[in-house]
């Protein structure tokens, strides 16, 4: 009888311990979370630094705060009729005492789940209304962006500026507002936009157009990635969205309005691209190149990756990507190039005067 009692305590402590473990990863997770040093920290959902991620950050608290006192609850109550009403000796042979409906207790479990249930849905409902439903100021920065296997192409119709994978946006302020409103397209199946820092998840959707909004309230650098599972890349189908004072936005504006620099020096490099099915993807401002379905290179050399974010923006890299893009993105859709050494050295040459 002694091993018997003792295998069950030995269950139930197993249980427990199992979901301390579980609650002790939940927070080496957050703790992660925390990361912000070093070139590629780990996005912090807890360092919201626009006014949709504060929403969310709030919400978040309030509903963990709600869900967490319920697991307290529940699990006193849970441990106390373990503990109290456990198999004893003397009752092998004994019938429990039976206790039919109580209407004092249906009425708590039923009354009081509906009215959590409720709070949590007004609450959400409010901060759902405050972040789709904001005005737009006149002095909003307009962006379309368009998910691609395996890219992002961000547009500024009215400042004639197209870029893709890195996201420029200007610093807003309450005396300064300058919102960044992003209208959601897809050119191939669907995406989700999601910068954890800036704002919440949206999708992408083919034929269908959404929206969203940030105002970024500090500079700096702030990444991201696709949230839908699109396709064998989309792990690596990351964005960085480049917070900049408006001086410096609006620098940034400037050089990206500047036509392809065109340096004759490296006339060879130029015609291997115009030649070979570059022309057929990409588009480069002041040549032959109109392609849409890669990035556009005009300014290839003024971001820091390639790749979406898969590499830095290096000479090897590059040259490692033209000669073989599963090397760095295996099933990436660009395709090796096959060239000799020399056009793919002369063709790395031309790629990196443009700035």
Known sequence: MAKKYTGEWGAVIGRVTGVLVILVGVLLVAGLCTASEGPNPVPNIFQPHSTP?????????????????IFLVVA????????????KAGDAQREPAQVYGSTQIELAWTVIPILIVVVLFLA??????????????ATAVEVTAIGHQFWWEFRYPALGVVTANE?????????????????????????????????????LIPNRINEM?????????????????????????????????PEEFQVWIRAQKQPAIQD??????????ETTACINCHAVGGTNATGRFGPDLTHLMSRGTIAAGAAQNTKENLRMWIQN????????????????????????RYLETLQ
């Open 167 to 203: 996201l420029h946006i200007p610093v807003s302020d309450h005396d300064h507002p300058t919102p960044t409103f992003l209208k959601l397209l897809s050119a191939d199946t669907d995406h989700s936009f999601w910068v954890p820092q800036l704002a919440g998840k949206t999708d």
């Open 76 to 87: 006193t109550l849970l441990t106390y009729a373990v503990v109290k009403f456990r198999d």
């Open 264 to 273: 004759e020096k490296e006339t060879a490099g130029r015609r291997v691209f």
């Open 325 to 348: 893009p599963d090397a760095i993105k295996p099933g990436s859709l660009m395709p090796a190039m096959q060239l000799t050494d020399a056009d793919l050295d002369a063709l790395v």
């Open 124 to 137: 959400t409902a409010r901060v759902i209304h405050a972040i789709q439903d904001a005005p737009k100021p």
């Open 213 to 245: 909004w940030v105002d970024p309230h500090s500079t700096g650098i702030f990444l991201g990635q696709c949230a839908q599972y699109c396709g064998t890349q989309h792990a690596k189908m990351l964005l960085r969205v480049s917070v900049e004072s």
């Open 53 to 69: 991620a504060d929403s969310i950050l709030h919400l978040s608290r309030f509903v963990l705060a709600i869900t967490g006192l």
